[in-house]
């Protein structure tokens, strides 16, 4: 059951005026997938019901990374994305996930840590289960099962993407520091010096990595990771001019 497309008010901070987007673009933001094909998939259809029904500007899909891991079926995810952007305007940016998966493809001692952090569910959408087998052979296997299109998708994926007065990323931005010198690693691992700033970032900043029950609305920056991976529920930020909505599984 899909729930309806609430509008969304912000707490007032220090926004120094109301974000938007251009007039001839829609928005469809959608928060931390996490292996849960099901899920995406769902949320796919009740962005094009929400396309047929509300007929209007241009519309674009951006993902706020973290595809892979803990769910299920992470290489179906990436297939499904790919897919997508053969027949939308869609931007795909990169999750710390996907970094520390890339890293995994080149080192056995990057690919043990990512098992611990949800790797291991991702390895075997790509592989049968094949309890007992050493971890070596497990990299030497994964690796092979991995097709070079999902890594080349991983390697290309963006860190950030700007429209109007918002800025997409996927973890947040380090506070002072201009959009242009911001890092990497910031961009896709950083919370609490960025979730505890109440200034102004130049833009309102959407994002996911950190997990909350709902989709935290507040004057600079916007949260959408509702943790789907283990509530069920994946939730989409809909921007159109000064509008803002929420839809979710």
């Known amino acids: 059951?899909?729930?309806?497309?609430?509008?969304?008010?912000?707490?007032?901070?220090?926004?120094?005026?109301?974000?938007?987007?251009?007039?001839?673009?829609?928005?469809?933001?959608?928060?931390?997938?996490?292996?849960?094909?099901?899920l995406l998939t769902t949320l796919q259809a009740a962005i094009d019901e929400d396309m047929e029904a509300h007929p209007g500007p241009a519309c674009m899909e951006i993902y706020l990374g973290d595809y892979v891991d803990r769910g299920a079926h992470s290489a179906g995810v990436l297939d499904t994305l790919m897919e997508r952007a053969n027949h939308r305007r869609v931007v795909c940016l990169s999750g710390n996930h996907e970094a520390v998966m890339l890293d995994a493809m080149a080192s056995q001692e990057a690919f043990s840590h990512w098992l611990r952090m949800g790797g291991l569910e991702t390895v075997f959408s790509y592989l049968p289960a094949a309890p007992g087998i050493e971890e070596a052979q497990l990299w030497l296997d994964w690796r092979s099962a991995v097709p070079q299109e999902h890594v080349a998708f991983l390697r290309r994926l963006s860190t950030n993407y700007v429209c109007g007065n918002y800025l997409f990323v996927h973890a947040?931005?380090?506070?002072?520091?201009?959009?242009?010198?911001?890092?990497r690693e910031d961009m896709l691992w950083i919370r609490r010096e960025f979730l505890d700033c109440p200034d102004w970032f130049g833009h309102c900043v959407v994002h996911g990595h950190t997990p909350m029950r709902d989709a935290e609305v507040l004057g600079n920056r916007i949260n959408i990771d509702t943790g789907a991976y283990a509530t069920g529920h994946l939730t989409c930020l809909v921007l159109e001019g000064a509008d803002r909505f929420l839809i979710a599984t």
């Open 172 to 183: 947040g931005l380090r506070p002072g520091i201009p959009l242009e010198a911001q890092r």
């Open 1 to 38: 059951m899909l729930k309806p497309r609430p509008q969304v008010a912000p707490e007032v901070l220090h926004e120094p005026v109301a974000p938007i987007v251009p007039d001839d673009v829609r928005i469809y933001a959608v928060g931390d997938v996490h292996g849960r094909l099901d």
